[in-house]
C-alpha cells in the first residue's frame, strides 16, 4: 500500500469508536504486564502501540506489517517512541524462539493467509507461560445492534467520514470468519489445548471477539 493511501486510510478509519477499541484493548493487554517485549501482529499505522505507550511506557513495542507504507505511517503516528517496526509476514519471522512476553492482534487476522501456520510462528516467538490475544471482528453479530450501536458512533461526523467509515468496516465483517471457523483454525495449531473465545464489544460496537491463547 502506498504511504499516500496508507494516511487516507489512517485518517479515514480515525473515528471514536475505532479509538476507543484501541484504548480498551491496551487496558487490557497492559493490566498484568509491567514491563518486557510486546509485539503488535498487522499493526497498520501503529494506533494500538501507542496506546499501549501511554498506558505504561516501560513496555518493548515491537510492530509487524506486510505494508510498508503502513509502516511508514506508524513512524510518523508514533514520533518520540522507541519501537521496532518491520515489514514482514507472521508466517515466517525473523524473531528468536520465545522472544516476546506478549503478542497482540487486532483487525488483521482474518487477512492472514495462511492462519494456522502464522498461529503456529506466534507459539514459537512466544515465552512459554505467557499469553497472545487476538481481537477480531467476526459475522455471528446481532445486526440490529450493530446498525444502532454504529449509528451513534458517527453521530457527528460529515456524511463523506460516516459513508467511508461504514463502508471499511462493512467490508471486513463480510470477510472475517464465524466464530465456529475460528475454533477449527486454532485446534489446528499448537495453541489448541489452551485457548478461548469471548465475545466482547469494542469502540461500542458488539462485532468482536477476544482469543486468548497461552503457551505451556
Not at 508514533?78 to 492482534?105: A, P
Not at 477449527?184 to 477476544?210: A, C, H, M, W
Request: with cysteine; aromatic share 12%.
Amino acid at each position: 500500500m502506498p504511504v499516500f493511501a496508507a494516511r487516507m486510510y489512517d485518517n479515514l478509519t480515525s473515528v471514536k469508536g475505532v479509538n476507543w477499541g484501541f484504548a480498551e484493548i491496551s487496558d487490557f493487554v497492559t493490566k498484568d504486564m509491567e514491563q518486557g517485549r510486546l509485539l503488535d501482529v498487522g499493526t497498520g499505522p501503529g494506533r494500538l502501540l501507542y496506546e499501549v505507550h501511554k498506558k505504561n511506557p516501560k513496555i518493548e513495542l515491537y510492530g509487524l506489517d506486510i505494508s510498508a507504507g503502513m509502516l511508514d505511517v506508524a513512524r510518523q503516528n508514533l514520533q518520540g517512541i522507541q519501537v521496532d517496526l518491520q515489514v514482514g509476514n507472521i508466517t515466517k519471522t525473523d524473531y528468536n524462539n520465545e522472544y516476546f512476553d506478549c503478542i497482540v492482534s487486532s483487525g488483521s487476522f482474518y487477512n492472514w493467509d495462511k492462519p494456522v501456520e502464522a498461529l503456529n510462528e506466534i507459539y514459537r516467538i512466544l515465552k512459554s507461560g505467557s499469553k497472545a490475544y487476538i481481537f477480531e471482528s467476526h459475522k455471528d453479530y446481532d445486526k440490529n445492534l450493530f446498525r444502532s450501536r454504529l449509528k451513534a458512533n458517527l453521530k457527528g461526523y460529515n456524511p463523506l467520514r460516516k459513508t467511508l467509515s461504514k463502508f471499511f468496516l462493512k467490508r471486513q465483517l463480510r470477510m472475517t470468519y464465524t466464530i465456529q471457523e475460528m475454533h477449527e483454525i486454532i485446534k489446528q495449531t499448537r495453541f489448541r489445548d489452551n485457548y478461548s473465545i469471548t465475545k466482547l464489544d469494542l469502540g461500542n460496537l458488539p462485532v468482536y471477539v477476544r482469543v486468548e491463547m497461552e503457551k505451556k
